[in-house]
């Protein structure tokens, strides 16, 4: 389904304390994989996610989704959502508007499309709230109001950058489980950052650990979290620690 073929990118210092990174990917996720993305900070995690996405452009290497490459297009026009840990909603729009830019950015939808969003909010259960703004919204419901968006634009593939790091535990498992529940659901794929191990249990059923700029180890999220072989795997699950 998503295809990562000998991406290589340069990353480029912005500011003083950084340097120059030479990253380099190479995966494959079939439809229906929940997969979760792990390392240090500064591995770089955030910056496949770009390039999947479109937001970087990479120096050389292929990424299909279904067998189509997307390299070329615009980041509207890949096949994909993106849910980040900033909501990214417009205070002065109404939840229903919100959600609605999903379909159509002049906010002109027809009477299906109006169904669309009002179906989108049942089923992360905010329908009740659709003529609020944002500011009337908890942290929790406004996430839910960002992936109902993500949900609207009914892509194949979902990248999750973190967006429920900021949550308080209870409320950010909650979110997951509606993640794995929907993605589920619409055999959709995901790739989830993640800098919880425990996250990572609850909904990914494959596991990817990106360190310094490569991928590491790929694989089966038990398999890669409980037995990890790779020394830099076990430092950042901390388990060198625990065998001194």
Known sequence: MLNINQINYTYLPQHKNEVAMALSFDVQLEQ?????????????KSTLLALIA?????????????????????????????LF??????????????????????????????QHVIDSA??????????????????GQRQRVALARCLLRE??????????????????????????????????????IT???????????????INEGTIKAVGETRDILSNPVLPELKNYLGLTLQET
């Open 32 to 44: 229906g994989d929940i997969a979760a993305l792990i390392g240090p900070s500064g591995a770089g």
């Open 54 to 82: 479109g937001f970087l452009v990479p120096d050389s290497g292929e990424i299909t989704i279904n067998s189509k490459s997307i390299c070329q297009l615009e980041p509207a026009q890949r096949p994909l959502s993106m």
């Open 85 to 114: 840990q900033e909501h990214n909603l417009f205070p002065h729009l109404s939840v229903f508007e919100n959600i609605a830019l999903g379909i159509n950015p002049n906010l002109k939808l027809t009477a299906e499309q109006k």
């Open 122 to 139: 049942k089923q992360v259960g905010i329908d009740t709230y659709l003529e609020r703004l944002p500011e009337q919204l908890s942290g």
């Open 155 to 192: 892509r194949p593939l979902l990248l999750l950058d973190e967006p429920f790091s900021a949550l308080d535990p209870a409320l950010r498992a909650e979110m997951l489980n509606l993640v794995k529940q929907l993605a589920t659901t619409r055999n959709m794929t995901v790739l989830m």
């Open 195 to 209: 800098h919880s191990p425990e996250d990572a249990e609850k909904i990914a059923n494959k596991c990817i650990f």
